[in-house]
C-alpha cells in the first residue's frame, strides 16, 4: 500500500514507528488521531505530515455539524489549529492548513465546503507525488555513474507520500543505468536511517551500508564518499535548511573535505517568509528519546538532556538545492524567489 491513503472517508498510514520489523497499517478516523499519529511520528516527513494534516482537516471538517458557513469557518479553524500545533519545525504542515482554511472561506455552503476541503487534500497530495517525481529526475543527473551516496535521516517515499526527494534522486540514478552505492546514517536518537532509509532503499535493490552518525566523518575523510544527498523541512529565503538533526554535522564535514553537499525538497518546503535559518522553529522532542534506547533506559536517572529534532544549515555549506522546477544554486535569495515567479 501506498504510505498514506485515503479510502472512504477514512486515513490509512503505515505506521513508521513499527518499520521495518513489523508492518503495521493505521486506518484513521477521527482528527484527533491524526493529530497524534503526526507527533508521535508515525507518520513524518515534511511533505507526507503536510499531505495528513490536509487529510486531518478534510476529516474533522466532515463531522462539524454547524450549517452556517460563519460556525463551520470557526470550528475548522480549531481543527486546524490541532493539527498544526503537533510539529513546529515543517512549513508543509502549515502550508497544507492555510490551503484548507483558505478553501473553507471560498465555499459557498457548508455542504460544498466539506466536499471542496476533500478534493483539496487529494490536490495536495497528488502535488507532493507528482513533485517528487520531477525532484528525483532532475536530482538524478548530479549523481555520477559508479557513485557512493551518503544520506542522512530518512527522504523517501515515506517521509513524502511520493517516490521521495533524496531517495527519490538515488532511485532515479539507479534507473537511468549508474551503479549507484549508498552510506545511511542511522540518524540517532529515532534511528530513521536505520530503520527506514536502508529498508527503502533495499526495496529498490540498491546497495547500503549502514553507519554511525559519528562515522560520516570518517568515510567523507577516507575519500569513500562522492556526494552528500539530504531531505529538509524548511528551507529559509537565502537558502539556509532545517533538517533531521546531525545534518548540519554532515555539511559541515562535506565541506571540509570538498564534497558536494545537495539538499532535494519540494517548493511547498521553501518558506519565503523567514529571511534566514535563524528565523527557523526548531522542535524539541522528550527527553525519553534520549535516555532510552529500544525501550530500556541507557542514561542515568535525573540527567538533564536537550533533544532538539532538527538543526539548520547556513547556505555556505550548500552547494545546490534540488526542486521539482529547477537545481537552484548561489546566490540562493534570487534562485529561491525565482521558482514562484
Known sequence: MKPIEWVHGKLRILDQTRLPLEHVVLQLEYYQEVADA??????????????????????????????????????????????????????????????????????????????????????????????????????????????????????????????????????????????????????????????????????????????????????????????????????????DVANKIGTYTVAVLAKENGVPFYVAAPLSTIDLSLSSGDEIPVEERRSDEVTHFGGHRVAPEGIEVRNPAFDVTPHRYVTAIVTERAVVREPYEKGLRSLFD
Not at 490551503?99 to 459557498?108: D, I, N, P, T, Y
Not at 549508474?178 to 536511517?193: C, H, I, M, S
Open 38 to 239: 503526526i507527533k508521535e511520528l508515525r507518520v513524518r516527513g515534511a511533505p507526507a505530515i503536510g499531505v495528513a494534516g490536509g487529510y486531518g482537516i478534510a476529516m474533522g471538517a466532515q463531522k462539524i455539524k454547524a450549517s452556517d458557513k460563519e460556525g463551520f469557518v470557526a470550528e475548522l479553524a480549531g481543527i486546524a489549529e490541532a493539527i498544526t500545533s503537533t510539529r513546529c519545525t515543517a512549513v508543509n504542515l502549515f502550508k497544507a492548513a492555510e490551503r484548507m482554511k483558505r478553501v473553507s472561506l471560498e465555499g459557498e455552503d457548508v455542504e460544498h465546503i466539506k466536499a471542496a476541503l476533500i478534493a483539496e487534500a487529494k490536490n495536495i497530495h497528488a502535488e507532493e507525488e507528482e513533485s517528487t517525481k520531477l525532484i528525483s529526475k532532475i536530482g538524478a543527473e548530479l549523481i555520477g555513474d559508479d557513485s557512493t551516496v551518503l544520506t542522512h535521516c530518512n527522504a523517501g517515499g515515506l517521509a513524502t507520500a511520493g517516490c521521495g526527494t533524496a531517495l527519490g534522486v538515488i532511485v532515479a540514478a539507479k534507473d537511468q543505468g549508474k551503479n549507484v552505492r549508498v552510506f545511511a546514517d542511522e540518524t540517532r536518537p529515532l534511528l530513521q536511517g536505520a530503520r527506514l532509509t536502508t529498508w527503502e532503499l533495499l526495496q529498490e535493490g540498491i546497495p547500503v551500508t549502514l553507519i554511525t552518525d559519528s562515522m560520516a566523518g570518517y568515510f567523507l575523510g577516507k575519500g569513500q564518499v562522492d556526494c552528500v544527498i539530504v531531505g529538509a523541512d524548511r528551507i529559509a529565503a537565502n537558502g
